[in-house]
């Protein structure tokens, strides 16, 4: 499995060729690509399985104001899904014409940003990683993927550099994926208030 | 039951005095009366039951960067629960020490927001008038108000104006509701996954 951060998208194009029997690959990218060389994160976008990407510079890539369909004109180029990162509002997951999203873990205090990005796609992929072959092709698994990333997001942010995930625990990961479910989670609509059949 | 449209905080004021007997009273307000009239503002949320207001001006209003403070703050002012409109990105919704989140629904086209605020208030709150007195106690209730007031949001803002709601039929609603329920909902963390004991 192969994550290309975020760098200069030849460089991410030669590592991607030099990792020619990855499974799955997945690629992170930012606004200064897509507007200094626009042409060549094209190019690296059309051989990777997954984009992540804030969600403004989707739009931003795909000269498509609207989310949904700039969304759907990364597909159009290759990758099967698309993640679309939104800081402190969460994430949004597109593959195939399905659709998923999670908010950003609500804490009281955020110390430090920086690396949320990495450590969410860290946490993707390392969950894909762990499951077997055709966890990619699994829309159950990506949701999964896409919710063990805020976990480790959102430690991440709750202290300077790379403390709080340097000491997290097993444990602590487990109650917080099943705090994201309960922080989700909606009751069926009650009979009475559906139509009357 | 009340709802406080976004008007001058002491009309807002007058008119929940006339309906003291108001079993559930909410209010929405906006930063133009946070800047100006922030003092009557305040009053006038002492007063009401759930404070509808933009996340942005939640952390304005009470001068709390952090959203779950401010929220917080809120509620040590009188209201049970705040409801944080977040725009393309969905509500959050604080209630005690619980916390909801929600999606707004992704659509391929928006073509007219205006009114997005208020239809969402509108679902909220007919939601729960159509339900029991204890209605806006319970938190899966609460969860329930907020996805029916984003569902009817989301029609609002496919036709200018309100074309799209007036024309509406049960039956888009309960479908939409379901959906709404698909794209938030994560499985359990696979065994395998977990701590092992």
Known sequence: ????????P?????????????RLVGLDSMN????????SLLAAIRDV???????????????????????RAVMELGPRAVVAKQ??????????DRFF???????????????????????????LASRGEGAAGDEEELRRAMTYGSVLASFNVEEFGTDRVQRLEREEIDR?????RAITSISTAPASEKQQQ
Chains 1, 2 share one sequence.
């Not at 499995?1 to 200069?8: A, D, E, P, S, Y």
């Not at 030849?10 to 990855?22: F, G, H, K, N, P």
């Not at 399985?49 to 969304?71: G, I, K, T």
């Open 176 to 180: 917080r994926y099943e705090e994201f």
């Open 87 to 96: 800081g402190e509002y969460g994430a949004a997951l597109f593959a195939g």
């Open 49 to 71: 399985d997954l984009l992540f990407l804030n969600d403004s510079e989707v739009r931003e890539l795909m000269e498509e104001p609207n989310l949904v369909r700039a969304a």
């Open 10 to 22: 030849d460089l991410q194009r030669e590592v991607r060729r030099q990792c020619d029997r990855a």
């Open 32 to 39: 200064l690509w897509i507007e200094t060389t626009r042409d």
């Open 101 to 127: 999203s999670l908010p950003a873990y609500p804490l009281e205090t955020v110390r430090d940003p920086t690396g949320a990005g990495d450590t969410f796609a860290g946490g993707f992929m390392g969950y």
């Open 1 to 8: 499995m192969l994550f290309l951060g975020n760098i200069q």
